[in-house]
């Protein structure tokens, strides 16, 4: 299975981006699928999470300002960023809870899409 993130880039701060991750590969159900952040030195952390059933949770930094949205039909999970701050500036990082079998589920990550918001 693999996961091609994509749509970070250089914003201004007030902007909006959206991020895409496609899953690919031998898939048999997605379950979770989330974005994740990280500053170089720091610990990865939640930036929000949607269920299969489209259930969301957010990190309270974002609440208000950051929609995830998931295509089932296509495997795809998004991330609307809106009124982004500098503090927003990290690598963000897709990740999915995958059956590849009836007995094998395994967290999945993509490689990483870097945004920069300047002030």
């Known amino acids: 299975v693999q996961l091609q993130a994509s749509g970070g880039g250089l914003v201004q701060a007030g902007g909006s981006l959206r991020l895409s991750c496609a899953a690919s590969?031998?898939?048999?159900?997605?379950?979770?699928m989330g974005w994740y952040r990280q500053v170089p030195g720091n610990q990865r952390d939640m930036v929000a999470t949607?269920?299969?059933?489209?259930?969301?949770n957010y990190a309270d930094s974002v609440k208000g300002r950051f929609t995830i949205s998931r295509d089932n039909a296509k495997n795809t999970v998004y991330l609307r960023m809106n009124s982004l701050k500098p503090e927003d500036t990290a690598v963000y990082y897709c990740?999915?809870?995958?059956?590849?079998?009836?007995?094998?589920?395994?967290?999945?990550w993509g490689q990483g899409t870097l945004v920069t918001v300047s002030s």
């Open positions: 990740q999915a809870d995958v059956s590849t079998t009836p007995w094998r589920r395994s967290d999945y």
């Open positions: 590969g031998s898939i048999l159900r997605i379950h979770n």
């Open positions: 949607v269920t299969s059933r489209d259930i969301t």
